[in-house]
């Protein structure tokens, strides 16, 4: 089964846009915040799902034929600001050095020819993953083969709905949306809905009533005031309907026959991204494109970091050894279960950075007194994460040392778009290290420690 990933290139490019600063520019002063915003997205989705192929489609500037049903259609929605206008042509510019292909049709919006391509990836028996910021495509969600990654907020928060999903967002099924809609209204499209039925009427209604027809066919047993808000908006509640349906079968012009994996010229992108000046880019597309022919396993040219982890056994030999540290103390907590919200298993700390030398002390040995003034004597800390390990030496009773640097907030202020800021990805990115590969001889067998908030090996 293949996975085939379409992207509402314009949905995208304008959260991106309104999500991130537009102090994000290139040198010479052309603000790139979108661009940058779309391009972190695509490359996020494509390290997170692996997808086979990918088309991207955009809004055309022309009246779509819902305008011709409608004369109002989306005429409450502002011009997009220029400096979002004058970076579609670098979105575009992006997706074709990358080998991606992009569709646009007069006539049609860009939910069209998703819904088009959905559809004709659904019949294919492919696994079809939409990414938007636009709600009208919950109606093609479609188990097991078709999902919505929405994005929620910015461009790095992507919900994943399958039709339990849908349910649990809007009360409705997949195939209900767009009379769930149509009661509703949606004021982006200048579309009024029904006086005093918002989402959850809208649903409820729906729900008890199994249609459009079924409402209206039982205004009876309404409330006085929903009944004749309902009557009177009926006409309009039929034509949010009809412009609310997304077109299956617009004349798109392409064949996903013939749509294959991105196959780039990597030369061409570095110097598109060193053009750009997307620094902190270059290794999440490395991650996200391992090899031009698809997307696979993560990069390698990475040094294996081997640590040598050493157990403290005793309260006394734990106390020593800290007070013997100096200068900012890497340290991490691990947790038997999910980070912060399971008992602490213990905390690493980094003795040798040179060396790769680390000790391991059981939590047990935390109640003693002078290993909670050794912890609180600390000159300072990093860690990454430390919002959540140092909440567990609190809780502890450990006064808190201060903070030289959390990993995880300098990952953040240097590339915000990112959906996640993992240790060992980072490790690859701005290091050129790894941890060892799990398994056999890997990170278990070591004795590696998983910084990220995860459990100690039992190896300890």
């Known amino acids: 089964m293949a996975t085939l990933m379409l992207v509402d290139g314009n949905s995208v490019t304008y959260r991106a846009f309104f999500a991130l600063p537009t102090d994000i520019a290139l040198a010479s002063g052309q603000i790139t915040n979108a661009v940058y915003g779309f391009t972190s997205m695509l490359l996020n989705m494509v390290r997170d799902h692996h997808p086979d192929t990918i ?5 055309r500037p022309e009246p779509t034929f819902r305008h011709d049903r409608y004369d109002l259609y989306k005429t409450g929605r502002s ?5 979002l206008r004058e970076q579609m042509g670098l979105v575009r510019q992006v997706i074709e050095t990358l080998d991606i292909p992009w569709v646009e049709l007069a006539g049609y919006e860009a939910d069209d020819i998703i819904a088009t391509l959905a559809t004709q990836g659904r019949d294919r028996g492919d696994q079809v993953l939409v990414v938007t910021g636009d709600r009208d495509v919950y109606q093609l969600v479609e188990d097991p083969l078709v ?3 929405y994005m929620r907020r910015g461009v790095s928060d992507a ?16 195939s209900m949306y767009p009379q769930y809609a149509a009661l509703r209204g949606d004021p982006s499209d200048a579309l009024p809905g029904v006086p005093g039925v918002g989402e959850k009427t809208a649903a409820k209604l729906l729900t008890t009533y199994g249609s459009l027809d079924g409402i209206f066919e039982h205004l009876e047993e309404q409330s006085p005031k929903l009944r004749e808000n309902l009557a009177a908006s009926e006409a309009q509640v039929r034509l949010n309907h009809e412009l609310s349906i997304l077109d299956r079968e617009a004349p798109v012009d392409i064949d996903l026959d013939d749509v294959r994996p991105p196959a780039f010229d990597r030369e061409a992108v570095r110097k598109l991204f060193d053009f750009l000046e997307f620094r902190t880019l270059h290794d ?15 990069p390698g040219g ?35 279960g999910a980070e912060g919200r399971s008992p602490l298993e213990g905390i690493a700390v980094v003795t040798g950075p040179e060396a790769a030398e680390v000790a391991w002390i059981p939590v047990d040995l935390l109640a003693d007194p002078a290993v909670k003034d050794a912890f609180a004597a600390l000159p300072a800390v990093a860690a990454h994460g430390a919002k959540s390990v140092l909440r567990c030496l609190a809780g502890l009773d450990i006064a808190l040392p201060p903070v030289a640097i959390d990993t995880q907030i300098a990952a953040y202020l240097l590339d915000p778009a990112e959906s996640r800021y993992l240790l060992d990805e980072l490790l690859v990115r701005y290091a050129a290290l790894r941890l060892p590969d799990e398994g056999a001889g890997g990170a278990a067998a070591a004795g590696q420690l998983d910084l990220d908030g995860g459990t100690v090996p039992t190896s300890l």
Request: aromatic letters at 6%; charged letters at 20%.
């Open 55 to 59: 088309v991207v489609a955009f809004d």
């Open 302 to 336: 990475a040094d294996v970091i081997e640590a040598e982890v050493s157990e403290v056994a005793t309260a006394p030999d734990a106390a020593a050894l800290l007070a013997g540290l100096t200068g900012s103390v890497a340290l991490a907590a691990a947790w038997t």
């Open 159 to 174: 919900a994943d709905y399958d039709e339990a999903g849908i349910v649990e967002k809007a009360g409705v099924p997949p």
């Open 79 to 83: 011009a997009a600001p220029d400096i």
């Open 147 to 149: 999902r919505v990654l």
């Open 284 to 298: 999440r597309f490395a991650e996200a494109f391992p090899s031009s022919g698809g997307t696979g396993a993560a």
